[in-house]
């Protein structure tokens, strides 16, 4: 598949998900097996596309970790923001040869929807894979995209979270320079812009 345009800002999104190369968590495994039941697919993945490989965050009927991107259907998908489906690999150019269906796992039919950041970045797919051809209804394409959509949400809540306990940490320090300096203003504005130059307070912060 050709390179996203995006593909340097892309990753970037991808490497500060804090999805990559990361244990294996309830959350997420029960998106892939709450989306295997919904499609009726023995595979279901959340699939994180590298620089070059792909790499499963959450798996079920799958037992490998990871493939090379050169091979992977997701980086396809990821070339689009809306579903990238396959109803039969073997009518397909593009996939009709392609090692993941000629050997083991014998795609057959592959259904992928991108996990798209809100900053517009596809990070990978939340996809659904079956060794026999096939086609998802309406119902659940839009099952798909809910899952979907709630692995990006799931991820760039944490951020958000560790990023405000930053912040929180921060303005802690300020406060108990303050109240231990208070009787020495000037040790205050040093201490305080000891952290400025150090990076671990910004201008607003510091500003009170």
Same mark, same amino acid.
Do not use: W
């Given at each position: ?7 340097? !800002? ?22 892939v097996k709450l989306a295997s039941s919904i499609c009726n697919t023995p595979i279901s993945l959340i699939s994180l596309v590298d620089s070059n490989r792909q790499w499963f965050k959450a798996r079920v009927g799958l037992p490998v970790s990871? !493939? ?6 997701? =980086? ?16 397909? =150019? ?24 809100? =900053? ?18 309406? !119902? ?57 130059? =150090? ?10």
């Open positions: 598949a050709p390179i996203p345009e995006d593909e340097n !800002t892309r990753l970037r999104d991808l490497y500060d998900s804090n999805l990559l190369d990361t244990p294996q968590e309830v959350e997420f495994d029960e998106i990871e !493939t090379h991107r050169d091979i992977s259907f997701c =980086s396809h998908a990821i070339l689009q923001d809306q579903l990238f489906e396959i109803r039969d690999t073997l009518e397909d =150019s593009r996939f009709h040869d392609n090692p993941l269906v000629t050997t083991d796992p014998s795609i057959r039919f592959y259904a992928g929807m991108p996990l798209v950041t809100s =900053s517009g970045n596809r990070l990978g797919t939340l996809c659904v894979i079956d060794r026999n051809p096939g086609q998802l209804s309406e !119902t659940q394409k839009f099952g798909l995209k809910v899952l979907a959509d709630n692995v990006i949400k799931i991820a760039e809540l944490r951020i958000k979270n560790k990023e405000l306990y930053f912040l929180t940490e921060n303005k802690k320090k300020i406060i108990s320079i303050l109240a231990h300096d208070v009787r020495n203003p000037l040790a205050s504005i040093k201490n305080i812009m000891g952290l400025k130059q =150090s990076d671990i307070l910004d201008a607003e912060d510091a500003a009170g």
